[in-house]
């Protein structure tokens, strides 16, 4: 089992920026991708960032440009570095760790841009 304790999330003005962490603990050594995902109210959750353990990133395009994953393996923690922050980048930002046989998710940290 992976363990996944976020924190970073708060209320920012728009243009603001936050940074977001993610420490795993556990059978670290199984973990393969960490991402970040969020939900907003009312919508599905949805990908925004992740990371593999060769340092390869992909991004959904409503945060291309703004927003940074990073992931430092000797700490096993994922950090995602928001800026240029939008009203509705507001949402629950939940960490992912998945690898072989598991699929690990944090509590959660919201995330609150106001206009």
């Known amino acids: 089992q992976v363990q996944l304790v976020e924190s970073g999330g708060g209320l920012v003005q728009a243009g603001g920026s936050l940074r977001l962490s993610c420490a795993a603990s556990g059978f670290i050594f199984s973990i393969t991708t960490m991402g970040w995902y969020r939900q907003a109210p009312g919508k599905q959750r949805e990908l925004v960032a992740r990371?593999?353990?060769?340092?390869?990133?992909n991004y959904a395009d409503s945060v291309k440009g703004r927003f940074t994953i990073s992931r430092d393996n000797a700490k096993n923690t994922v950090y995602l570095q928001m800026n240029s922050l939008k009203p509705e980048d507001t949402a629950v930002y939940y960490c992912?760790?998945?690898?072989?046989?598991?699929?690990?998710w944090g509590q959660g940290t919201q995330v609150t841009v106001s206009s």
């Open positions: 992912n760790a998945d690898g072989s046989g598991f699929d690990s």
């Open positions: 990371v593999t353990f060769t340092h390869n990133t």
